[in-house]
C-alpha cells in the first residue's frame, strides 16, 4: 500500500564548491522522510545533473518546493537556475534556518544535516516564494554599496592623514600618499554618483517616480535610489509594518512577570543599509530653517514626552520618512508639504459650497415657481373633489348597501 504525499521538498546547502542535496516528503499522517541525499557541484553541469535527480525522485502528480539558503553569493547562480526551469524555490536566511534548526533533536551538524534542516523547515512551513529581481535594481544595489565602502575608505584615509599631520613625528610620504589616496577615492565616488545618475536617466519610469520622492524635504537622489535598490522597488513589501520590520525599525519589547521590564527599543535586525540611508535626511527635515518640515512638530512631542533620550524622536521621524517613502512609490504621487492644510482648507470650502447650496434652496421663490406649485394643488384638490362626489352618488343610488356598512353587526 502506498502510502499518499502531501508535499515534496529540496533542501540545498549551497557552499562556493559543492551543493548538498536533502530529498523529502511529507505523508498524509504528517510525517517527514527523507528520501535520498546527494552532493552536486556549484556549477552549469552540477544543476544540470540535479534537475535529471530531482525528476527521477519526484512525484509527477506534485510541484517541488526547493528551500535554499542564503550563504553570500554562492547561490544566486542555482536559484536563477532553478526558476528558469519552473521550480518553487524559496530563499531562507541562515538566522532563520539556524532557529529552525534549533529546535530539532539533532546535535551533529554538517552540509547533509544542513540539507535536512531545509528539508523539513520546507516541508512543515509555509515559506515566500523567491523571484528573480530586477536587473535595473541588482545594478543599482550594487553601485550604492560599492559607494558605501568607497566613503568608509576615504573617512577612514582622511583620519589617518589628520593623525599623521598633527603626530611630533611626521612622514612626509606617508601624508602625500594618504592625499593621493583620499583624491583617487574621491574620484571614484564622483564616478559612481554620475553612473547612478545615468542608469536613473535611462529608465523615464523609474525617473518619474524617483522625482516624487524626492520632493520630500531632506531626501536627495542617492537615498532614494538606495532605499528603492535595497528593496528592490518595494516588490517584497506588503505592507508598512513589514518595510519597517525589514529595515529594523520594529519595535522590539521584553517584558516578563514583575522583574523583567527591559525599555523598548528597535531591533536592528533588518537591512542596516536603509537605516543609514535615511539618518542624515532626519536631521535635515527636523533642524531645517528654510521650511517648517510637518515632522518637525511630532520630533518636538516626541522629544517634550522623552526629554532623556533624543535619539528615540530621530529615529522615529527616520521610520516616518522611510513609510512615506513607501506609500508615495505605491500610489505614485507627489509630496506636498503644506498636505495637511490643503486638505483642511479643501474641506473648509466644500462645507462652505454645501451651507450655500442650501440657503439657495431655502431662499424666497419666483413667481413662475409658485404659480407651478399652486397649479399643482389646484389640480390635486379637483382630483379628491370628483372621488367624493363619485361616492356619494354611489351612496344615493344603494342606501341599503351603505347603511349595512355604516350598522354595527348583531352578535
Keep these: 500500500m502506498t502510502t ?9 546547502d549551497c557552499s562556493k564548491d559543492n551543493n548538498e542535496v536533502c530529498f523529502g516528503h511529507l505523508t498524509k499522517q504528517l510525517d517527514v522522510v527523507y528520501k535520498a541525499t546527494a552532493s552536486f557541484p556549484n556549477n552549469k553541469k552540477g544543476f544540470k545533473a540535479l534537475a535529471e535527480w530531482m525528476k527521477k525522485l519526484a512525484d509527477e502528480t506534485l510541484k517541488v518546493h526547493v528551500v535554499i539558503e542564503a550563504t553570500g553569493v554562492y547561490h544566486e547562480h542555482l536559484a536563477n537556475f532553478l526558476v528558469d526551469e519552473h521550480y518553487l524555490v524559496s530563499v531562507v536566511l541562515p538566522n532563520k534556518a539556524n532557529k529552525y534548526a534549533s529546535t530539532l533533536t539533532w546535535r551533529t551538524q554538517n552540509d547533509k544535516t544542513a540539507a535536512k534542516v531545509l528539508c523539513s523547515m520546507g516541508l512543515e512551513k509555509k515559506l515566500d516564494l523567491w523571484h528573480k529581481p530586477d536587473p535595473v535594481f541588482v545594478h543599482l544595489k550594487q553601485l550604492t554599496r560599492e559607494r558605501e565602502r568607497l566613503q568608509k575608505e576615504c573617512t577612514a584615509s582622511k583620519n589617518q592623514l589628520h593623525a599623521q599631520e598633527y603626530s611630533a613625528y611626521k612622514n612626509d610620504a606617508t601624508i602625500k600618499r594618504a592625499k593621493a589616496r583620499i583624491k583617487f577615492l574621491e574620484a571614484q565616488i564622483k564616478e559612481i554618483e554620475k553612473e547612478i545618475q545615468q542608469v536613473v536617466n535611462n529608465h523615464p519610469e523609474l525617473k518619474n517616480k524617483i522625482s516624487k520622492i524626492c520632493k520630500i524635504p531632506g531626501v536627495g537622489l542617492i537615498t532614494a535610489v538606495i532605499v528603492i535598490a535595497e528593496t528592490n522597488g518595494f516588490h517584497y513589501v506588503r505592507n508598512r509594518k513589514q ?22 527599543r528597535i531591533s536592528k535586525k533588518g537591512n542596516s543599509h536603509i537605516r543609514k540611508a535615511m539618518h542624515f535626511p532626519a536631521l535635515s527635515a527636523i533642524h531645517s530653517v528654510q521650511y517648517h518640515h510637518p515632522l518637525k512638530d511630532v520630533f518636538q512631542r516626541i522629544v517634550a514626552k522623552h526629554p532623556d533620550t533624543p535619539m528615540k524622536a530621530y529615529v522615529a521621524i527616520q521610520r516616518k520618512m522611510l513609510l512615506l517613502m513607501y506609500t508615495l512609490w505605491k500610489k505614485e504621487e507627489e509630496y506636498i508639504l503644506d498636505y495637511e492644510e490643503k486638505k483642511k482648507s479643501t474641506a473648509n470650502n466644500k462645507e462652505a459650497i454645501a451651507a450655500k447650496e442650501n440657503t439657495e434652496q431655502t431662499q424666497i421663490e419666483s413667481p413662475t415657481e409658485k404659480a407651478e ?33 355604516h350598522s354595527p353587526k348583531k352578535k
Aim: overall charge positive.
Design 373 to 405: 406649485k399652486t397649479f399643482v394643488i389646484v389640480e390635486k384638490e379637483d382630483v379628491l373633489s370628483n372621488i367624493v362626489s363619485k361616492k356619494r352618488m354611489t351612496m344615493k343610488k344603494n342606501p341599503e348597501e351603505s347603511a349595512n356598512t
Design 243 to 264: 518595510l519597517a520590520s525589514y529595515a529594523g525599525y520594529d519595535v522590539q519589547e521584553k517584558t516578563s512577570g514583575t522583574s523583567v521590564h527591559k525599555k523598548p
Design 4 to 12: 499518499k504525499i502531501l508535499k515534496q521538498c529540496v533542501g540545498i
